[in-house]
């Protein structure tokens, strides 16, 4: 075996080491010598340095593997190590890192209408709404006057239509609204349910109203002025009331809610889209006649809500629902027999007793809490028209602060037109329930004033639950005392049903609840009101007042006479003097009860004896 290497293996290079052996470049290419010094290596391998046998014999074996040797790249990176240290696999340098950070947005949220954010609204809605539900179903008590009366109306009425029975007469003379229309609608649902089912019907009403407040506010503002207006509107007392109360109120206040959810629906439509709110808005009147009052509040708001979009020609918008509204009311009132009853309940109504000032401190003890809100609402919405907290917000310009200022006017000033009214006739009749359709329209104010109160990304949450609670609380407490103001009836209708005969003729102070409960056996007909009479003696004249009830007690006119003292106490007390004095009759029952107030009463009950 030879003591030559049969192969070249390349050994790092060691620069203290003794030069043994050539060295090479980074191409692993043998190292030039310079001109000048060709001389010199030349001389040196001659005098004896034996450089010239090694050279060549390496020089050799370097030719020999020359092709294997790998060649390094050139380029912007020039300290490559050489091949004769090590060998490494090139890698290019990205220009640009692989991960990025993320622009940081400068709102953590997004004020956008979103699917989530509506339907976490409806789910909230849904919550006030069997809130709203719950509060009007605890409730309790027998028929009270007005819902005795036009339940039994409508009975007669389907009757009449059904079996040819006599129709009782009178009724467009003294009805607040159509005898057509509610009372039909509500006596079909008695027939079948009952009270509970008549009062069921209005508590739907009430409760479609809250869900339409929520929307046509939503449209105009945001999601949180609508919770909150929905919120405050629903645990009013007139709203709870009117929820389980078999009246004409709860489906004209729907009615007057779904006018404006479509004045405010359509306010980017094509203007004579807007008729389609004047027949609901024709129909709310025809339900109930003091409707008509809040029929300005919906023309204006036609205008004002396209006022961003159309710009002066909202006002064709406003004229179309004008025009179209009185068209059809003109058309009513021509076929129809309603105008009667729309002089004596309405626009002609009797003036009462009551001072301004008794009326003023019972709306600020029923609506004066949400009706305070709405007025800061407005001065806040007049001073700043956004309606949100995001830097990014789209919309920024909002409204002008005229518009601002026109819209908080209409829409809380409606809340006035009901008391106003009521203290020119100076009486507190149906002033509770003429206060809610004021406040219906004044709620969104209400929504803005809270929002504002609790600031900024919920700063001060508990001021907003604050006036929440203590509506709710008023809600509660006056809604309580409000269904405690008549007496149980079910005592009475058990005591007089014995002495109902078909030719009989009776007196009572509030006579509508007998003839309800007791339909089947008694009619309005065979009864005569406290409120009013027309006696005609023996000789064909007619008498009223006190005089027509003495001269008619006197002759024994009556088969039975019932008094409670709470309707009309002054002329309780003088009837039942006429009646003991008389001699016809005695008395066969005295029934007591108590009332909400702290009062207390009794059912006294006299039967003809000669």
């Known amino acids: 075996m030879t003591s030559r290497h049969d192969h070249y293996t390349p050994q790092p290079y060691d620069p203290y080491a003794d030069d043994d052996f050539t060295w090479f470049n980074s191409d692993g290419q043998s190292a030039a010598v310079p001109q000048g010094q060709q001389g010199q290596q030349g001389q040196q391998g001659q005098q004896g340095y034996g450089y010239d046998e090694q050279y060549h014999a390496y020089q050799q074996q370097h030719e020999q593997y020359a092709d294997a040797v790998p060649q390094q790249p050139v380029g912007q990176h020039e300290d490559q190590p050489t091949y004769a240290l090590r060998t490494v696999r090139y890698q290019q340098v990205p220009d640009e890192p692989e991960y990025h950070i ?38 309790s008590n027998t028929a009270f006057q007005d819902e005795a009366l036009y339940l039994a109306a409508g009975h007669n009425i389907i009757d009449h239509w059904t079996n040819s029975t006599p129709l009782h007469s009178g009724y467009e003379s003294y009805f607040s609204g159509s005898p057509m229309l509610y009372p039909v609608a509500a006596a ?16 739907l009403c009430m409760l479609g109203a ?9 449209r105009m503002f945001n999601e949180r002025v609508a919770l909150v207006a929905a919120a405050m509107f629903a645990v009013t007392q007139p709203t709870i009331v009117l929820g389980w109360f078999a009246t004409y109120d709860a489906p004209a206040i729907f009615l007057l ?7 405010v629906r359509t306010n980017r439509a094509p203007a004579i889209a807007v008729l389609l709110a004047a027949p609901v808005m024709v129909l709310a009147v025809a339900v109930k006649y003091a409707s008509a009052l ?11 809500t396209a006022w961003h979009h159309k710009g002066w020609r909202c006002l064709l918008r406003a004229f179309l629902l004008g025009l ?9 009132l021509m076929y129809t027999d309603v105008l009667a009853g729309v002089q004596q309940t309405t626009t002609n109504r009797a003036h009462g007793t009551d001072s301004a000032a008794s009326l003023l401190q019972k709306s600020a003890e029923w609506g004066g809490l949400m009706f305070a809100t709405a007025v800061a609402g407005a001065a806040a919405y007049a001073l700043r028209g956004r309606m949100n907290e995001s830097p990014r917000s789209y919309g920024l310009n909002g409204p002008g602060w005229r518009w601002r200022v026109l819209l908080g006017l209409v829409l809380t000033g409606t809340a006035v037109l009901a008391p106003a009214y009521q203290i020119h006739l100076s009486t507190a009749v149906s002033l509770y329930k003429h206060l809610d359709f004021g406040l219906l329209f004044a709620a969104p104010m209400a929504g803005v004033g809270v929002i504002r109160l609790v600031g900024k990304h919920f700063r001060y949450p508990q001021l907003g639950i604050l006036i929440w609670v203590a509506a709710l609380c008023l809600g509660v407490s006056q809604s309580e005392w409000r269904f405690g103001l008549w007496p149980d009836s079910t005592p009475l209708v058990k005591a007089i049903e014995p002495y109902m005969k078909p030719e009989a003729r009776y007196l009572g102070a509030t006579y509508e609840v007998p003839v309800y409960y007791l339909r089947d056996k008694t009619n309005h007909s065979q009864w005569t009101s406290t409120y009013g009479i027309g006696y005609s003696d023996e000789k064909g004249k007619i008498h009223h007042g006190r005089e027509g009830y003495r001269l008619a007690i006197e002759a ?23 009646v003991t004095k008389s001699g016809h009759y005695r008395m066969v029952g005295t029934i007591s009860f108590e009332l909400s107030g702290g009062g207390t009463g009794s059912y006294k009950i006299w039967t003809k004896t000669s």
């Open 102 to 139: 993320p622009q940081t947005p400068d709102a953590g949220w997004d004020d956008r209408p979103s699917r989530r954010r509506a339907w976490v609204s409806r789910g909230v809605l849904v919550v006030l709404m069997a809130i709203q539900a719950v509060l009007s179903l605890r409730l």
């Open 188 to 203: 079909l649902v008695d027939g079948y349910f009952g009270l509970s089912g008549a009062r069921l019907l209005s508590l």
């Open 210 to 218: 809250t869900g339409l407040l929520y929307s046509f506010t939503r």
């Open 257 to 263: 809610a779904l006018s404006a959810w479509i004045v």
């Open 294 to 304: 809040y029929v300005p509040t919906l023309v204006v708001l036609a205008a004002l």
């Open 324 to 332: 179209g509204t009185a068209a059809l009311v003109g058309v009513g």
């Open 556 to 578: 024994g006119y009556f088969d039975l006479v019932v008094l409670d003292g709470v309707a009309t106490p002054d002329l309780d007390k003088y009837l039942e003097q006429q």
